[in-house]
């Protein structure tokens, strides 16, 4: 894992840095870019397009709630940096940004972009499962395409993140609407099953997470926003008798 932080870059004032009209050819290269990585695996891609401002909006909506205070933040999947230079302004001075990209032609786009002084930002090349770090997460933004993998993966992905976070933070990700009706107009007797499994285990963290959704219609296609809150370890009684209970013969 390359987890070099991107203190390398140089720390140019916004208005040296990037010059008029940046932000928009930025923009176009990451949908160009999207498009041909999406054309080599659309698997593991999992869009054809960056995130629009909108859906990214939604996304960092907790860092934007905590704002003013110093957070560990996690995005995964960060693709071009749609959603990451997002990120980046909205986090205080003393933060931490961990941003994990597999895609190594995406991850050198990412050690790029500028970022604001007195922020640790550092990028990983790899899985999110392989992720080394000695801290735990205020917030964790998910961009990965769950619909795209196995259930077992996405079990032990979203234990992962309840592992990483902290009591009480939050976590996000997003899935495109319409995708059940499409993959079962198209999608083969396996892969449609495949999916199902995917969202009856992840139906499974919505309940014990106290999940919340809203859809952002102005993304393209649109898509719905999962929130989820870690819930506070069990005490030691509560576990003993959930372990008990389970026990018990039925």
């Known amino acids: 894992m390359d987890d070099a932080p991107l203190s390398d870059a140089p720390h140019l004032p916004q208005s040296s840095a990037r010059p008029a009209g940046a932000p928009r050819r930025e923009r176009s290269a990451g949908r160009w870019a999207f498009l041909v990585e999406a054309a080599r695996d659309l ?8 995130s629009g401002r909108a859906l990214a909006s939604a996304l960092t909506l907790p860092v934007r709630e905590r ?23 909205l986090l205080p001075c003393g933060s931490r940004l961990d941003v994990v990209e597999a895609n190594p032609r995406f991850a050198d786009r ?18 999110v ?47 495109y609407r319409g995708t059940r009706r499409a993959r079962a107009l198209v999608a083969s007797r396996v892969e449609a099953v495949r999916h199902l499994r995917v969202e009856e285990e992840l139906s ?6 106290a999940a919340r959704s809203r859809t952002v219609w102005g993304n393209l296609p ?15 009684a509560a576990r003993a008798a959930a372990v008990s209970t389970a026990r018990a013969p039925g």
Do not use: K
Request: contains cysteine; glycine residues 10%.
């Open 222 to 236: 649109p898509a719905r926003v999962w929130r989820l809150t870690a819930p506070a370890p069990a005490e030691p």
């Open 67 to 89: 704002r003013g205070r110093t957070l560990n933040v996690l995005e995964v999947g960060a693709g071009t940096g749609a959603v990451t230079r997002r990120l980046l302004p």
């Open 129 to 175: 499962e392989e992720l080394l770090v000695d801290v735990r997460y205020d917030v964790i933004v998910s961009g990965l395409p769950f619909a795209n993998f196995p259930a077992v993966q996405v079990t032990a992905i979203m234990d992962l993140y309840l592992r990483l976070l902290r009591p009480g933070g939050a976590l996000t990700y997003f899935a």
């Open 204 to 209: 499974t963290y919505h309940a014990r997470c």
């Open 43 to 50: 698997r593991t891609t999992g869009a054809v397009a960056p």
């Open 110 to 127: 990412l050690h790029g972009l500028p970022r604001p002084e007195g922020r640790d930002v550092r990028v990983h090349i790899g899985r």
